[in-house]
Structures are given as structure tokens and as C-alpha cells.
């Protein structure tokens, strides 16, 4: 069976400091992936998605990046933390475009 | 530009009775998708509706879809305390779904005894 894993599961972290969520996926191969966030009290915003190694499409403007170095694994990047990046990171899979299945996701505070 | 809409956003109802969660969506999809989220917790997926008139039910919620008038609903029936969450419905960005889901707002159930 298929399973899904991210970490670190919490994180707290300073503006203007570094960041590097992962998330791999066990059981399947060639999976698509997806990074969404959800900000306190509110939906899903889907951030990145890839189709393969090394093909990252971006959904939303912002200081984060999204790499995919090997093919189960997914990694939200950025370079400088902003407050407004504080929320709940949830990482995704499916396979290829049916139903998609959430990692147990990483809480993300910037103070 | 894909839009999903979910209403109500919150509700509180007692145990026992009915109620229905409604799903309307702005751009021709032929599925849709329904997810629960517990409090700090991750999604779980509950249904996944595939064609016009899809229907299917898992203990007491009961999902919907009708894609001609882009509208899916989620019925409860007999509501008991553990099926207090916030329920979300979600819709492919494109045909195949490889490009990601939108999401609704959600709706944030709780059941009171």
C-alpha cells in the first residue's frame, strides 16, 4: 500500500530565516505531487504541483519554491520567511490526476 | 477561473437530525471530491464522485454530484457527535486533475448531544 510522509511536523522559524519541508511517498511510482497550504481557519491554496523530476509548476506568486530531486520525493524551499508564510503544509499524491492523498501535514510558525 | 463555494461555512446542529451540506462550482467538471479534516489534523478522503448522478454513501453522509447544474451536496442523517469536523469539497483544476484541486472554504460541522 501506498503511504505518504512529511516532515518535520512542526516547525517554528524566525522571519527572514531559511526553509526546507519534505516529502516523500512510498508504493507507487510516478506519482504526481502537490504542496498546498492552509492558512488558520481557511481552505486549501494549492501552491506547487509536478508531474515528474524536475517539472515544477508554480500556482501562486510568492518567496517559496518547490523541487522534486527524485521521483517520491517533493521539497518546499525558501530563502528568506515572511510572517504571512505561518500555516498548516500539506503534501499530496495521486496518481495522475485521480484522487489525491494528503501527507499528515507540517504546522509551520514564522514569528 | 475555477471557483468553489460551500455553504454553510459553519453549522451546528443536534444529534439526531438531518442536514445537508451544499457544493456549487463555477467551470464543467465531471468529478468531484469530498474530504473531512479533524482539528489539527490532516485530510481524509470520503468520496470521490466520478460522472453526472454519482451517488455514494458511507455509514450516515451520503454524497452527490450533479454536473449539469455543477452542484454536489453532502447529506447527513442522523447526525451522531463523531461526525463533528469541517468537511470540504474539492474540483479538478483541469479535466484530468493532474494541475491540482481547488478547494471549497469548507464547512465546520459540529454536533451537539
Known amino acids: 500500500s501506498q503511504t505518504i510522509h512529511q516532515w518535520p511536523a512542526t516547525l517554528v522559524q524566525p522571519v527572514g530565516s531559511p526553509l526546507s519541508l519534505e516529502c516523500t511517498v512510498e508504493?507507487?511510482?510516478?506519482?504526481?505531487l502537490y504542496w498546498y497550504r492552509q492558512a488558520a481557519g481557511r481552505g486549501l491554496q494549492l501552491l506547487f504541483y509536478?508531474?515528474?523530476?524536475?517539472?515544477i509548476s508554480s500556482e501562486v506568486p510568492q518567496n517559496l519554491s518547490a523541487s522534486r530531486p527524485q521521483d517520491r520525493q517533493f521539497i518546499l524551499s525558501s530563502k528568506k520567511l515572511l510572517l504571512s508564510d505561518s500555516g498548516f503544509y500539506l503534501c499530496?499524491?495521486?496518481?495522475?490526476?485521480?484522487?489525491?492523498?494528503f501527507g499528515p501535514g507540517t504546522r509551520l510558525t514564522v514569528t | 477561473e475555477l471557483k468553489v463555494e460551500q455553504n454553510p461555512l459553519f453549522l451546528s446542529m443536534q444529534e439526531g437530525k438531518n442536514y445537508t451540506i451544499y457544493c456549487n462550482y463555477s467551470?464543467?467538471?465531471?468529478?468531484l471530491y469530498w474530504y473531512r479534516q479533524d482539528p489539527g489534523k490532516s485530510l481524509e478522503s470520503l468520496f470521490v464522485?466520478?460522472?453526472?448522478?454519482a451517488v455514494k454513501q458511507e455509514g450516515r453522509l451520503m454524497a452527490s454530484l450533479d454536473t449539469k447544474a455543477r452542484l454536489s451536496t453532502l447529506h447527513i442523517t442522523a447526525a451522531v457527535h463523531d461526525l463533528s469536523a469541517t468537511y470540504f469539497c474539492?474540483?479538478?483544476?483541469?479535466?484530468?486533475?493532474?494541475?491540482?484541486?481547488?478547494f471549497g472554504k469548507g464547512t465546520h460541522l459540529i454536533i451537539q448531544p
Open positions: 474539492a474540483v479538478p483544476n483541469s479535466g484530468g486533475g493532474a494541475d491540482g484541486l481547488t
Open positions: 499530496a499524491w495521486s496518481a495522475h490526476g485521480y484522487e489525491q492523498y
Open positions: 464522485l466520478l460522472s453526472n448522478g
Open positions: 509536478s508531474v515528474g523530476i524536475g517539472q
Open positions: 467551470t464543467t467538471s465531471d468529478r
Open positions: 508504493g507507487t511510482s510516478n506519482p504526481n
